[in-house]
């Protein structure tokens, strides 16, 4: 409780939240009575399954949103933000798990966004250009300050991102919803530095992630969420995985492997792809003559490391590169790809990496979110049969097991893991022969991840064939009946039943790194 006679806090803490409730228009609670303590200089963890509040939470402290009740106290002294500026004032920063980078701005403009530096009437590109090197070669990305930030990656946008927040003046909270999600392991060990040094300078951060891993790693202090509510907090040092796993699902969730009722030994062959080859700018190859196969109903798992060329591989199937060579057969039949399109058309459906930029339209609903890449399928002369795609989008809907109340409400708001049910719905309704899954479980709670799984299964089980892309060890051991892997481009292992484990998917991953040799 605040001081009865100064009203302070105690000035251990750089922010105290007490008593946090944040109820929506539409009646929702998405904070209940929530409090929250942040020391100087340490990492805190906030975790908890989407849909916990975690988000709407972060919002009030940036002051995004307004709580209904409760307190906030930054160094003892309670605070009213009525705003983002406010709380930018006050040195809190924000890195959202979806960069919200102009893209249309060079790297420099973006980074010196809302602190420029002017040279009498008008602004200091050169000082813009220089400032925006120094940062980003803190974080050890030499990204031209000139380059549009529509024209990078998604993990370098996520490092200008990054960048802009460290040039913000007086910078004291530094709030970051999934910052690693679209980074290299090489770009993550970058950023645990950095964070790092922030500490030693005295700021506090407060962190989100799906990783449970990085939470041990790089965490303090850990606080649980859970349909809104504080359910525990700890110092990481004095838990197990198995304790904020517990607590964040209110039972000791495991990946299991799905046990198959299909006889895969007796499938055909519906998918061959023979010598398959990318070429890489700048002389070598992406995909170096990789070959394999899928058979009708199995769940084909691809795992390496970044830049082993797993998602170039799902692209080439896609009709995405035209340069690639090799053969791609289905069911016997030479396959001609010209693009996306035509590869629709052939029965290939793609679940891409970045749902949010690459697999939903952000602007449209639920259900035209879902029916889009079908749209075709119900029209009638000139005209769209509504009645036609909503019973199709419903039947989806209900099939994947989409938690919504309205299709019609905005596709942003749904949690993580429905938007990602969202696409792959999307791609269902286009009745695909094969279905391509590029890091299904990317961004979404350890629920979802389950629900996604056996979303998974139970199309195998119908006979749909599945190759899935993961970097998770533990989930592409759940849910693959098989298991290719890739290293710098090569196919360097297959692995099936008692062969795949943790040490064996490791060793192959390395395989084929430093050889840069063609087969």
């Given at each position: 409780?605040?001081?009865?006679?100064?009203?302070?806090?105690?000035?251990e803490?750089?922010?105290?939240?007490?008593g946090?409730t944040k109820?929506?228009?539409?009646?929702?609670?998405a904070?209940?009575?929530?409090?929250?303590?942040?020391?100087?200089?340490?990492?805190?963890?906030?975790?908890g399954?989407?849909?916990?509040?975690?988000?709407?939470?972060?919002?009030v402290i940036?002051?995004?949103?307004?709580?209904?009740?409760?307190?906030?106290?930054?160094?003892?002294?309670?605070?009213?933000?009525k705003?983002?500026?406010?709380?930018?004032?006050?040195?809190?920063?924000a890195?959202?798990?979806h960069?919200?980078?102009?893209p249309?701005?060079?790297v420099?403009?973006?980074?010196?966004?809302?602190h420029?530096?002017?040279?009498?009437?008008?602004?200091?590109?050169?000082?813009?250009?220089e400032?925006?090197?120094?940062?980003?070669?803190?974080?050890?990305?030499?990204?031209?300050?000139?380059?549009?930030?529509?024209?990078?990656?998604?993990?370098?946008?996520?490092?200008?991102?990054?960048?802009?927040?460290l040039n913000?003046?007086?910078?004291?909270?530094l709030?970051?919803?999934?910052p690693?999600?679209?980074?290299?392991?090489?770009e993550?060990k970058?950023?645990f530095?950095?964070m790092?040094e922030?500490?030693?300078?005295?700021?506090?951060i407060?962190?989100?992630?799906?990783?449970l891993?990085?939470i041990?790693?790089?965490?303090d202090?850990?606080t649980?969420?859970?349909?809104?509510?504080?359910?525990?907090?700890?110092?990481?040092?004095d838990?197990?995985?198995s304790w904020?796993?517990?607590n964040?699902?209110?039972?000791n969730?495991?990946y299991?492997?799905?046990e198959r009722?299909?006889?895969?030994s007796?499938?055909?062959?519906?998918?061959?792809?023979?010598a398959?080859?990318?070429p890489?700018k700048?002389g070598?190859?992406?995909?170096?003559?990789?070959?394999?196969?899928?058979?009708?109903g199995e769940?084909?798992?691809?795992?390496?490391?970044?830049?082993?060329?797993?998602?170039?591989?799902?692209?080439?199937l896609?009709?995405?590169?035209p340069?690639?060579?090799g053969?791609?057969?289905?069911?016997g039949?030479?396959?001609?790809?010209?693009d996306?399109?035509?590869?629709?058309?052939?029965?290939?459906?793609?679940v891409?990496?970045?749902?949010?930029?690459q697999?939903?339209?952000?602007?449209l609903?639920?259900?035209?979110?879902?029916?889009?890449?079908?749209m075709?399928?119900?029209?009638?002369g000139?005209f769209?049969?509504?009645k036609?795609?909503?019973?199709?989008?419903?039947?989806q809907?209900?099939d994947?097991?989409?938690?919504?109340a309205d299709?019609r409400?905005?596709?942003?708001?749904?949690?993580?893991?429905?938007?990602?049910?969202?696409?792959?719905?999307?791609?269902l309704?286009?009745?695909?022969k094969?279905?391509?899954?590029d890091?299904?479980?990317?961004?979404?709670d350890?629920g979802?991840?389950t629900?996604?799984?056996?979303i998974i299964?139970?199309?195998?089980?119908?006979?749909?064939s599945?190759?899935?892309?993961?970097?998770?060890l533990?989930e592409?051991?759940?849910?693959?009946?098989r298991?290719?892997?890739?290293?710098?481009?090569?196919?360097?292992?297959?692995?099936?039943?008692?062969?795949?484990t943790?040490?064996?998917?490791?060793?192959?991953?390395?395989?084929?790194?430093?050889t840069?040799?063609?087969?």
């Open positions: 409780m605040p001081d009865e006679k100064t009203g302070r806090l105690d000035e803490y750089v922010v105290q939240m007490k946090i109820v929506y228009p539409n009646g929702v609670a904070n209940q009575g929530v409090d929250f303590n942040l020391r100087r200089g340490e990492i805190h963890a906030l975790m399954e989407n849909g916990a509040g975690k988000s709407t939470f972060i919002k940036t002051g995004v949103h307004k709580a209904e009740e409760g307190e906030m106290y930054l160094f003892g002294e309670k605070v009213d933000f705003g983002p500026k406010d709380a930018q004032e006050a040195g809190i920063a890195v959202y798990q960069p919200t980078s102009y249309h701005l060079t420099a403009e973006n980074i010196f966004m809302g420029e530096k002017k040279k009498g009437f008008f602004l200091d590109d050169k000082a813009h250009s400032g925006a090197k120094k940062i980003l070669q803190r974080l050890e990305h030499e990204i031209p300050p000139e380059t549009m930030v529509g024209d990078l990656r998604v993990g370098q946008q996520q490092m200008v991102e990054i960048a802009r927040n913000q003046d007086d910078l004291r909270v709030i970051m919803d999934e690693t999600s679209s980074l290299s392991a090489a993550v970058v950023l530095k950095i790092r922030l500490l030693e300078a005295g700021i506090s407060v962190y989100i992630s799906h990783r891993e990085e041990m790693e790089i965490g202090h850990v649980i969420l859970r349909d809104g509510k504080y359910v525990a907090d700890a110092d990481v040092k838990i197990e995985l904020i796993v517990e964040m699902v209110g039972k969730t495991q299991h492997r799905f009722s299909i006889d895969l007796k499938q055909p062959k519906v998918l061959e792809i023979k398959m080859c990318l890489k700048g070598g190859w992406t995909l170096d003559h990789v070959s394999l196969d899928l058979k009708k769940v084909l798992g691809v795992y390496g490391l970044l830049g082993a060329g797993r998602s170039e591989l799902f692209e080439c896609m009709g995405l590169h340069e690639h060579t053969d791609v057969l289905y069911e039949k030479k396959l001609n790809i010209k996306v399109a035509a590869q629709i058309k052939n029965g290939f459906a793609l891409p990496e970045d749902r949010q930029s697999g939903l339209i952000q602007t609903d639920i259900g035209k979110n879902t029916a889009i890449s079908s075709k399928d119900y029209v009638k000139l769209l049969d509504e036609a795609e909503n019973a199709a989008v419903d039947e809907i209900k994947i097991h989409i938690k919504v299709k409400l905005p596709i942003l708001s749904l949690s993580g893991g429905n938007q990602q049910k969202v696409v792959i719905g999307k791609g309704l286009t009745k695909p094969i279905l391509l899954l890091e299904p479980s990317r961004g979404i350890i979802a991840k629900e996604v799984f056996e299964h139970d199309l195998a089980e119908k006979g749909l599945i190759i899935v892309i993961s970097s998770e533990k592409i051991m759940a849910i693959a009946d298991i290719i892997v890739l290293s710098n481009g090569k196919k360097t292992g297959e692995l099936t039943g008692d062969e795949i943790e040490d064996t998917l490791v060793r192959t991953s390395y395989a084929g790194l430093g840069g040799r063609n087969a």
